[in-house]
């Protein structure tokens, strides 16, 4: 557990970057500090490491006073990811990634065949260990950033904007994997970001910070789109949040999934036609897998092939959220969006009308956290 | 170029491409070991900085003949003591690398140093684990100019009688005769290239994290 | 220090006003013949990227050359064909010259190079021709960097001017060298305090002139990308 008690941080020309913020990380969770530029976001948690002193009032980790700690060995105790990562540029990547264990004392053999198994657990392939950081991309560099961080085996992890400096593609993989491997260690963890919708999906309890270094609101993500605490909040959360909210309702059998006939490829005309529910017709593969749909009209006397198929369906899970499955529907040109199984077998589909039919029965609905 | 002459003087002119080397090289070592520790001092602090750099700037204007002449006021040395030598390249030595050694660590990405301090390194264990190791490209690339200009700039002393390759030239003059000097010309530029192309090896082999050797 | 205040030294053809004015002569001589040579080079290379292999090739061979064997080994070869002084005063011109080179080209080069792109191509993108963004836009990007070369070479030129005096050139170093010749310890103090003050002296001037006439926009920026184009001042090798 991480806890701010009343810690303000004033500068002596009067500005104030964090002002008597009391928060509480819990043990094993994932708290983000969100917020615009110039809300002390990162000024408080670069005082939960000492790289800034607070000016009033105390952090405690797991209840023990941080001023008290000599300020390196405390840094030693909390891994620390940054926007660039940081990496050293001289040490190779498996040195990089066992620089925390031989400073508190382990073997370099040791550290190395733990950095190894790092370097591996964060998706990267173990031929990478001796290269050097410039040799790497900016994403892979970012996942370094974290085997670094972790290879002490910390209890607290701080991250500051650890995934803004890659492209979206990349950021939304990092997100993906992180979440994956913070669900198997469970590290104490406090990342900020200015990216609100970061903050939603990789939370499991967010606090928005306004300007002035002010916590303006401490909730789960779902009680944050549902009923932020005031009109900063709100604004900040964004404009379409209502329809956001549906990332956090869980479907679980409220949608009734309508049955879709099928074909497969090089079926004729004809057949695609008798199969067709207006326009379109849902093409899958040998084993049920959706990929795609086709126009009857549009395959004129041959039979039916890959250049037929429209791709701009996306395929919801049955077991996803409500926002999953709108944009299924939405997202068809049939406007019949695609529902599958874990194995990603075609089930059925669902109609927008239905899923909105859910929707306004939402009292019913489990909400996913 | 006389290679009889050449053969006759040989003891001669080793004996002078010897003093030419030490004249060149302590001041070059002493000028680094004294330039680290300032230069650290400059880039830690923004007062010292400016004043340290202007001194250094200030130092390296005055044309070397006349700091020849002004060091044994200074020193109590004779005119003609080779210290006055050793003494005088230590200076520009220094005040070249002063800045460098502070550019230097100024050059160290600011993501890094703080990733060292966030990880526990004490500020000593940064500088000589992370900051000056990073550094060296930019400090190796200072040493190679002092290298470079030291060797010309000995052979100055020739002028106050203080032997060394420049004494070459100062024969030449006297005796009309072009083969010292055109061999004292060569030696200069080969010796400047060797102590060069060694500056350029010990940076290579502390910095095989460089993406490719730093051009010249 | 004697030899400074007495009155007869400052007076005459071999007074220190004398001196200090042959000094500042061929030392603007010299520099003037450099930076006509050098800019429009250093331009002409950054502009086009044609031939930059002289730029690191040149300046790193020039430093590594000894002035003093360079200085000789020219008027040895020169002196005979001229009869007057200029058998000497040519061969230093030369050597001075081939000295200031350097600094200004790579400086130049390295100015027109450090040009911001984006404002070159904002430039283009306005109709702005050729010519007119070198003179509206590169030149006076640059000129902090040209100006710091020229004030290395002026260095460079006045304390390479000094040696010159032992092959018989007129200026400051004439009170070295003879002092040195006769013995003369307070005389040699004389000349390298004078040569120390106008090196000092130019120095600051130039430094002066730079603040003067570089744009207020500029020197901020500058100031950085000079230290990476050039770590430290181009040291004079003399």
């Given at each position: 557990m991480i806890k701010f008690e009343n810690v303000t941080k004033a500068y002596p020309d009067g500005t104030?970057?964090?002002?008597?913020?009391?928060?509480?990380?819990?043990?094993?969770?994932?708290?983000?500090?969100?917020?615009?530029?110039?809300?002390?976001?990162?000024?408080?948690?670069?005082?939960?490491?000492?790289?800034?002193?607070?000016?009033?009032?105390?952090?405690?980790?797991?209840?023990?006073?941080?001023?008290?700690?000599?300020?390196?060995?405390?840094?030693?105790?909390?891994?620390?990811?940054?926007?660039?990562?940081?990496?050293?540029?001289?040490?190779?990547?498996?040195?990089?990634?066992?620089?925390?264990?031989?400073?508190?004392?382990?073997?370099?053999?040791?550290?190395?065949?733990?950095?190894?198994?790092?370097?591996?657990?964060?998706?990267?392939?173990?031929?990478?260990?001796?290269r050097y950081p410039w040799q790497l991309s900016g994403g892979q560099q970012q996942r370094v950033g974290v085997a670094r961080a972790l290879a002490s085996d910390p209890a607290f992890m701080l991250m500051d904007e650890p995934f803004s400096a890659v492209d979206p593609v990349v950021r939304g993989q990092l997100q993906d994997e992180f979440l994956r491997l913070q669900s198997e260690i469970g590290k104490t963890i406090i990342m900020v970001t200015h990216d609100i919708d970061e903050a939603l999906k990789l939370g499991d309890q967010v606090a928005?910070?306004?300007?002035?270094?002010?916590?303006?609101?401490?909730?789960?993500?779902?009680?944050?789109?549902?009923?932020?605490?005031?009109?900063?909040?709100?604004?900040?959360?964004?404009?379409?949040?209502?329809?956001?909210?549906?990332?956090?309702?869980?479907?679980?059998?409220?949608?009734?999934?309508?049955?879709?006939?099928?074909?497969?490829?090089?079926?004729?005309?004809?057949?695609?036609?008798?199969?067709?529910?207006?326009?379109?017709?849902?093409?899958?593969?040998?084993?049920?897998?959706?990929?795609?749909?086709?126009?009857?009209?549009?395959?004129?006397?041959?039979?039916?092939?890959?250049?037929?198929?429209?791709?701009?369906?996306?395929?919801?899970?049955?077991?996803?959220?409500?926002?999953?499955?709108?944009?299924?529907?939405?997202?068809?040109?049939?406007?019949?969006?695609?529902?599958?199984?874990?194995?990603?077998?075609?089930?059925?589909?669902?109609?927008?009308?239905?899923?909105?039919?859910?929707?306004?029965?939402?009292?019913?609905?489990?909400?996913?956290? | 170029m006389n290679i009889e002459w050449l053969g006759r003087q040989f003891d001669t002119i080793v004996f002078l491409l010897g003093w030419h080397v030490l004249l060149t090289v302590i001041p070059l070592i002493l000028g680094l070991l004294i330039a680290l520790p300032l230069g650290w001092w400059a880039h830690r602090s923004r007062r010292i900085y400016p004043l340290l750099v202007g001194v250094a700037g200030l130092l390296y204007t005055v044309p070397s003949l006349a700091l020849f002449v002004l060091l044994p006021l200074v020193l109590g040395t004779k005119i003609l003591d080779p210290l006055n030598i050793v003494a005088a390249l230590t200076i520009y030595t220094v005040a070249l690398l002063v800045r460098v050694v502070a550019d230097a660590l100024e050059s160290v990405p600011e993501d890094t140093v703080q990733a060292a301090k966030a990880m526990g390194y004490r500020?000593?264990?940064?500088?000589?684990?992370?900051?000056?190791?990073?550094?060296?490209?930019?400090?190796?690339?200072?040493?190679?100019?002092?290298?470079?200009?030291?060797?010309?700039?000995?052979?100055?002393?020739?002028?106050?009688?203080?032997?060394?390759?420049?004494?070459?030239?100062?024969?030449?003059?006297?005796?009309?005769?072009?083969?010292?000097?055109?061999?004292g010309i060569l030696l200069c530029v080969i010796l400047a290239m060797i102590l060069d192309g060694l500056i350029i090896l010990l940076n290579r082999w502390l910095t095989p994290w460089t993406p490719k050797v730093v051009a010249s | 220090m004697n030899y400074l205040f007495d009155p007869r030294h400052w007076t005459g053809a071999d007074g220190i006003p004398t001196l200090i004015g042959e000094h500042l002569l061929?030392?603007?001589?010299?520099?003037?013949?450099?930076?006509?040579?050098?800019?429009?080079?250093?331009?002409?290379?950054?502009?086009?990227?044609?031939?930059?292999?002289?730029?690191?090739?040149?300046?790193?061979?020039?430093?590594?050359?000894?002035?003093?064997?360079?200085?000789?080994?020219?008027?040895?070869?020169?002196?005979?064909?001229?009869?007057?002084?200029?058998?000497?005063?040519?061969?230093?011109?030369?050597?001075?010259?081939?000295?200031a080179v350097p600094p200004i080209l790579t400086n130049t080069y390295a100015g027109v190079r450090a040009v911001d792109a984006a404002a070159v191509d904002a430039a283009r993108g306005m109709g702005f021709r050729t010519m007119k963004i070198l003179t509206d836009v590169q030149l006076p990007c640059s000129l902090p960097l040209v100006l710091s070369g020229v004030r290395s070479a002026l260095l460079q030129i006045i304390s390479t001017a000094t040696i010159a005096a032992?092959?018989?050139?007129?200026?400051?170093?004439?009170?070295?060298?003879?002092?040195?010749?006769?013995?003369?310890?307070?005389?040699?103090?004389?000349?390298?305090?004078?040569?120390?003050?106008?090196?000092?002296?130019?120095?600051?001037?130039?430094?002066?002139?730079?603040?003067?006439?570089?744009?207020?926009?500029?020197?901020?920026?500058?100031?950085?990308?000079?230290?990476?184009?050039?770590?430290?001042?181009?040291?004079?090798?003399v």
């Open positions: 104030v970057a964090v002002d008597g913020l009391n928060l509480e990380a819990p043990t094993g969770k994932l708290t983000i500090l969100v917020g615009p530029s110039g809300c002390g976001k990162t000024t408080s948690l670069r005082m939960i490491n000492r790289l800034i002193e607070p000016t009033s009032g105390t952090i405690y980790l797991d209840d023990q006073p941080t001023s008290g700690m000599d300020a390196a060995l405390l840094r030693r105790r909390i891994g620390y990811v940054i926007q660039h990562a940081g990496l050293f540029p001289h040490r190779t990547i498996v040195d990089n990634v066992a620089t925390m264990p031989i400073l508190l004392g382990e073997s370099r053999q040791k550290a190395r065949t733990k950095a190894l198994e790092l370097i591996e657990r964060v998706g990267l392939p173990a031929s990478f260990a001796k928005v910070m306004r300007v002035g270094g002010k916590l303006a609101q401490m909730a789960s993500p779902s009680e944050l789109l549902t009923s932020p605490a005031d009109e900063f909040v709100a604004d900040f959360v964004g404009r379409d949040r209502g329809y956001r909210s549906l990332g956090f309702t869980k479907t679980a059998g409220a949608v009734a999934i309508g049955e879709e006939a099928v074909v497969q490829l090089g079926a004729s005309a004809e057949e695609a036609r008798a199969k067709a529910t207006g326009a379109w017709v849902l093409v899958v593969d040998g084993s049920r897998k959706p990929l795609g749909w086709a126009q009857p009209e549009q395959i004129a006397g041959g039979e039916l092939k890959r250049e037929h198929l429209n791709l701009s369906g996306i395929a919801a899970a049955a077991s996803g959220t409500m926002r999953q499955l709108l944009d299924a529907a939405l997202s068809s040109p049939s406007r019949r969006g695609v529902v599958v199984n874990e194995h990603g077998e075609l089930i059925g589909t669902v109609t927008a009308t239905d899923v909105v039919k859910a929707i306004e029965a939402e009292p019913h609905l489990e909400t996913a956290r | 500020s000593w264990q940064s500088l000589l684990k992370v900051e000056l190791p990073v550094g060296v490209p930019v400090i190796s690339a200072g040493l190679r100019v002092a290298a470079v200009s030291n060797v010309s700039l000995v052979s100055v002393a020739a002028l106050l009688g203080i032997p060394q390759l420049g004494s070459l030239f100062t024969q030449g003059f006297q005796l009309r005769f072009f083969t010292p000097i055109i061999a | 061929y030392s603007l001589i010299a520099l003037a013949i450099a930076a006509v040579i050098a800019v429009p080079l250093g331009i002409y290379i950054g502009v086009t990227g044609k031939g930059v292999f002289l730029i690191a090739g040149l300046a790193n061979a020039l430093r590594a050359l000894p002035s003093v064997g360079l200085l000789i080994l020219l008027v040895l070869l020169i002196s005979p064909a001229f009869p007057s002084k200029m058998g000497y005063i040519l061969p230093s011109l030369i050597v001075l010259v081939l000295l032992y092959i018989s050139l007129g200026g400051l170093g004439r009170l070295l060298i003879d002092g040195k010749a006769q013995n003369d310890y307070s005389q040699m103090v004389a000349g390298a305090v004078l040569v120390a003050l106008l090196a000092l002296f130019f120095d600051q001037l130039l430094a002066f002139i730079t603040r003067r006439v570089v744009s207020p926009g500029l020197t901020r920026r500058t100031i950085k990308s000079a230290s990476i184009a050039e770590p430290a001042k181009t040291p004079v090798t």
